[in-house]
C-alpha cells in the first residue's frame, strides 16, 4: 500500500512540475475506483465507467445536470418538426480542443459514425434514418417512425471532429470486440470541459482544464487537473484515500464506509442507483459448452431457469454482502426510470427444496455443471456475489465452476456471445425502461447473450419505440416486463445503492447512472 502511495504522490509532483505553472495553487482532483475506462473513441464501447471518462472530454447535442435533468450542450434548442423530424440549432463560436471550429458537419459524421457496425451505440440510435446538415448551425434528425425518446437517445452520441477523425484514420469506431487498436483508443478531441492531456490504460489517466470551454460563463468550475489511478484491490483504495492521496473514491468498499466517514477528512454521499445487477442464462444454444451435458441445454427449459431463480437468496445478498446497501430485485429494470413497475418488481421468494422439485421435474435430478463468467473489477462486491451464488447452487445439485475475469475480457466475452451463465450490470443510457428491454431480450441485441426469443415480447419492444401515447406505451413496457420476468432467463439479483467517498472541501455532486460529471465539481477556496 505504501508502494502505491508513493507512487501516486511522485506522479502528483511530476505533473505539477511538468506542466505550466498557473499563478495559483492548481486545483488537482486525484480520484480513482476498481477498474478502468475500456476506450477512448467514444462510440466503441456503451460502457459505464468508459463513458465516464468520456463525457469529461466529448460533449454531445443534449446534455443531463448530475440529477439527470436535460440541458443544452452543443445543441441550444431543437423543435419537432414533423413527427419524425427533429430539428437541432447548434452553438456557435464553439471549437474543439485542437482549435478547429465544431460544425454541423461534425454532428452529421458523428450520429454516423455511431450507427456503424463497430458501434455500441447503433442500438441506441437505431430509429435514426438519416441526419443531414441544412446549414453551418442546424441539423435535421429524421428517424424511421416517430420517436418519444430521441432526445434521451441523442444524449448518448459525443460529438467528434470529423476533420481529427480522418486525420487519425478513425472514421470508423475501434472494433472493441476484434481487439483493434487505433488513435482514439488514446486519445481524444473533444469540446467538453477537460482536455485528454495523458492516457495510460489500466495504469493513469490525465485531463486538464480547458480554458476554452464554452460552459464556463455559466459552469466557472475551479478543477484545473484530474488525475484518475485505477486500483482494483479494495483495502489499497481505502489506504490511498484516508492517508490524503485520493479527494475521490468513486467505488469505496462498504466495509469501510464507517471507518471512512468517522475520519473526519471525509464524507460518504448516499443514493439509489438507476441500475440492475443480475445473472444471464444461455437459452438458445442447442447445449453449453462449459457443461458434462451434451445434446441439450438445460438452461432451454423453463423449470430449469425457474429453479435457478428460486435458489438464489437475493435478501441474503443484498443484506451481508451489500450490507444493506442494495434493494432485492425482481426485474432488469431499475426505480428511477421511465416504465418502472414496483409490482413486478419481486424476486421469486428463495425456495431451496422447491427449486430442487423442479429440477427433478426437468430430469436433473442430480442437477448438472456450468460455467459462471464473472467480472472482478466491475461492480462493487462482484466476485464476492459471484462466489456466493456459486454455494447457492451448489446446494440444488447445480454445480458452478466460477471464471473471475477484468471486466476488459469479461465483457467483450458476453459481446461475442462465449458465454452459458454469466453476471452483468446495466444502467439506463435513455432513463427509460425500452433500453434494458431493448438491449437484454431483443434477439438482434449484443448484449442479449440469453439467445431466448420471444416474437411477442420483440414485437412490444419495436412497438413501444414509436408509441407516443405515453400511457398506452407504459402498459406495453410493463407487459414486456412482466413476459421477460416469467420467462426466467435472467435471475435479477439487486439495485444497487451508490456510496461515494469525497475529501471535505471538495464537492462532487452525486449522480444516479453512477457517472460523475466533474464540470460540476468544486474545490472550497
Given at each position: 500500500?505504501?508502494?502505491f502511495?508513493?507512487?501516486?504522490?511522485?506522479?502528483?509532483?511530476?505533473?505539477?512540475?511538468?506542466?505550466?505553472?498557473?499563478?495559483?495553487?492548481e486545483?488537482?482532483?486525484?480520484?480513482a475506483?476498481q477498474?478502468?475506462?475500456?476506450?477512448?473513441?467514444?462510440?466503441?464501447?456503451?460502457?459505464?465507467?468508459?463513458?465516464?471518462?468520456?463525457?469529461?472530454?466529448?460533449?454531445?447535442?443534449?446534455?443531463r445536470?448530475?440529477?439527470?435533468?436535460?440541458?443544452?450542450?452543443?445543441?441550444?434548442?431543437?423543435?419537432?418538426?414533423d413527427?419524425?423530424?427533429?430539428?437541432?440549432?447548434?452553438?456557435?463560436?464553439?471549437?474543439?480542443?485542437?482549435?478547429?471550429?465544431f460544425?454541423?458537419?461534425?454532428?452529421?459524421?458523428?450520429?454516423?459514425r455511431?450507427?456503424?457496425?463497430?458501434?455500441?451505440?447503433?442500438?441506441i440510435?437505431g430509429?435514426?434514418?438519416?441526419?443531414?446538415?441544412?446549414?453551418?448551425?442546424?441539423v435535421?434528425?429524421t428517424?424511421?417512425?416517430?420517436?418519444?425518446?430521441?432526445?434521451?437517445?441523442v444524449?448518448n452520441?459525443?460529438?467528434?471532429?470529423?476533420a481529427?477523425?480522418?486525420?487519425?484514420?478513425?472514421?470508423?469506431?475501434?472494433?472493441?470486440?476484434?481487439?483493434?487498436?487505433?488513435y482514439?483508443?488514446r486519445?481524444?478531441n473533444?469540446?467538453?470541459?477537460?482536455?485528454?492531456?495523458?492516457?495510460?490504460?489500466?495504469?493513469?489517466?490525465?485531463?486538464?482544464?480547458?480554458?476554452?470551454?464554452?460552459?464556463?460563463?455559466?459552469?466557472?468550475?475551479?478543477?484545473?487537473?484530474?488525475i484518475?489511478?485505477?486500483?482494483?484491490?479494495?483495502?489499497?483504495?481505502?489506504?490511498?484515500?484516508?492517508?490524503g492521496?485520493l479527494?475521490?473514491?468513486?467505488?469505496?468498499?462498504?466495509?469501510?464506509?464507517?471507518?471512512?466517514?468517522?475520519?473526519?477528512?471525509?464524507?460518504?454521499?448516499?443514493?439509489?442507483a438507476?441500475?440492475?445487477?443480475?445473472?444471464?442464462m444461455?437459452?438458445?444454444?442447442?447445449?453449453l459448452?462449459?457443461?458434462?451435458?451434451?445434446?441439450?441445454?438445460?438452461?432451454?427449459?423453463?423449470?430449469?431457469?425457474?429453479?435457478?431463480?428460486?435458489?438464489?437468496?437475493?435478501?441474503a445478498?443484498?443484506?451481508?454482502?451489500?450490507?444493506?446497501?442494495?434493494?432485492?430485485?425482481?426485474?432488469?429494470?431499475?426505480?428511477?426510470?421511465?416504465?418502472?413497475?414496483?409490482?413486478?418488481?419481486?424476486?421469486l421468494?428463495?425456495?431451496?427444496?422447491?427449486?430442487?422439485?423442479?429440477?427433478?421435474?426437468?430430469?436433473?435430478?442430480?442437477?448438472?455443471?456450468?460455467?459462471?463468467?464473472?467480472?472482478?473489477?466491475?461492480?462493487?462486491?462482484?466476485?464476492?456475489?459471484?462466489?456466493?451464488?456459486?454455494?447457492?447452487?451448489?446446494?440444488?445439485?447445480?454445480?458452478?465452476t466460477?471464471d473471475?475475469?477484468?471486466?476488459?475480457?469479461?465483457?467483450?466475452?458476453l459481446?461475442?456471445?462465449?458465454?452459458?451463465?454469466y453476471?452483468?450490470?446495466w444502467?439506463?443510457?435513455?432513463?427509460?425502461?425500452?433500453?434494458?428491454?431493448?438491449?437484454?431480450?431483443?434477439?438482434?441485441s449484443?448484449?442479449?447473450?440469453?439467445?431466448?426469443?420471444?416474437?411477442k415480447?420483440?414485437?412490444?419492444?419495436?412497438?413501444?419505440?414509436s408509441?407516443?401515447?405515453?400511457?398506452?406505451?407504459d402498459?406495453?413496457?410493463?407487459?414486456?416486463?412482466?413476459?421477460?420476468?416469467?420467462?426466467?432467463?435472467?435471475?435479477?439479483?439487486?439495485?444497487?445503492?451508490?456510496?461515494?467517498?469525497t475529501?471535505?472541501?471538495?464537492?462532487?455532486?452525486?449522480?444516479?447512472?453512477?457517472?460523475?460529471?466533474?464540470?460540476?465539481?468544486?474545490?472550497?477556496?
Open positions: 500500500m505504501r508502494i502511495a508513493q507512487g501516486l504522490i511522485a506522479a502528483v509532483a511530476v505533473l505539477c512540475v511538468t506542466a505550466s505553472v498557473p499563478a495559483k495553487a486545483n488537482v482532483l486525484r480520484w475506483s477498474g478502468d475506462a475500456m476506450t477512448m473513441d467514444p462510440h466503441a464501447q456503451n460502457e459505464g465507467q468508459t463513458r465516464a471518462f468520456a463525457q469529461q472530454v466529448e460533449e454531445p447535442l443534449v446534455s445536470r448530475p440529477d439527470l435533468t436535460k440541458v443544452p450542450s452543443l445543441a441550444v434548442s431543437w423543435r419537432q418538426v413527427p419524425k423530424t427533429w430539428e437541432f440549432k447548434l452553438r456557435q463560436g464553439v471549437r474543439f480542443h485542437d482549435g478547429k471550429p460544425s454541423a458537419d461534425d454532428v452529421v459524421f458523428s450520429f454516423k455511431a450507427m456503424m457496425p463497430t458501434s455500441d451505440f447503433k442500438e440510435v430509429t435514426i434514418a438519416d441526419v443531414v446538415a441544412v446549414d453551418a448551425a442546424t435535421r434528425i428517424t424511421k417512425a416517430p420517436d418519444p425518446i430521441l432526445l434521451d437517445a444524449y452520441v459525443f460529438i467528434m471532429s470529423k481529427w477523425a480522418a486525420e487519425h484514420g478513425v472514421n470508423t469506431p475501434q472494433d472493441y470486440g476484434g481487439g483493434q487498436e487505433t482514439a483508443v486519445h481524444a473533444g469540446t467538453g470541459p477537460f482536455i485528454l492531456e495523458t492516457r495510460d490504460p489500466d495504469v493513469r489517466t490525465v485531463m486538464v482544464k480547458n480554458p476554452n470551454w464554452w460552459g464556463l460563463k455559466d459552469n466557472p468550475h475551479n478543477v484545473d487537473r484530474i484518475y489511478t485505477p486500483v482494483k484491490n479494495p483495502a489499497t483504495r481505502v489506504a490511498a484515500l484516508l492517508s492521496e479527494d475521490f473514491l468513486l467505488d469505496p468498499p462498504l466495509q469501510d464506509l464507517a471507518r471512512i466517514e468517522s475520519s473526519g477528512q471525509f464524507q460518504i454521499q448516499r443514493a439509489p438507476v441500475w440492475t445487477i443480475f445473472l444471464g444461455n437459452t438458445g444454444s442447442k447445449e459448452a462449459s457443461s458434462s451435458v451434451k445434446g441439450k441445454n438445460p438452461f432451454a427449459d423453463i423449470r430449469v431457469r425457474k429453479a435457478m431463480n428460486m435458489a438464489v437468496d437475493v435478501n445478498i443484498t443484506q451481508r454482502i451489500m450490507r444493506g446497501l442494495a434493494q432485492p430485485a425482481g426485474t432488469i429494470v431499475p426505480p428511477g426510470v421511465q416504465g418502472y413497475d414496483k409490482s413486478l418488481d419481486v424476486h421468494p428463495f425456495d431451496a427444496d422447491g427449486a430442487k422439485k423442479l429440477l427433478v421435474e426437468a430430469g436433473y435430478p442430480n442437477g448438472f455443471d456450468v460455467r459462471l463468467d464473472c467480472p472482478n473489477d466491475r461492480y462493487l462486491n462482484d466476485e464476492p456475489i459471484c462466489q456466493a451464488v456459486v454455494g447457492m447452487l451448489a446446494r440444488i445439485g447445480v454445480k458452478v466460477l473471475l475475469k477484468p471486466r476488459t475480457i469479461h465483457l467483450p466475452k459481446q461475442a456471445k462465449k458465454t452459458d451463465f453476471m452483468l450490470g444502467g439506463s443510457d435513455t432513463m427509460d425502461a425500452h433500453n434494458h428491454l431493448s438491449f437484454m431480450a431483443s434477439p438482434t449484443i448484449w442479449n447473450e440469453t439467445g431466448y426469443v420471444d416474437q415480447l420483440f414485437d412490444l419492444i419495436n412497438g413501444m419505440e408509441e407516443i401515447d405515453m400511457a398506452k406505451r402498459g406495453m413496457i410493463k407487459e414486456a416486463s412482466l413476459r421477460l420476468r416469467e420467462a426466467y432467463s435472467y435471475v435479477p439479483l439487486y439495485h444497487p445503492m451508490l456510496a461515494w467517498a475529501r471535505k472541501g471538495v464537492t462532487v455532486p452525486m449522480v444516479p447512472d453512477n457517472l460523475p460529471y466533474f464540470s460540476y465539481v468544486r474545490f472550497a477556496p
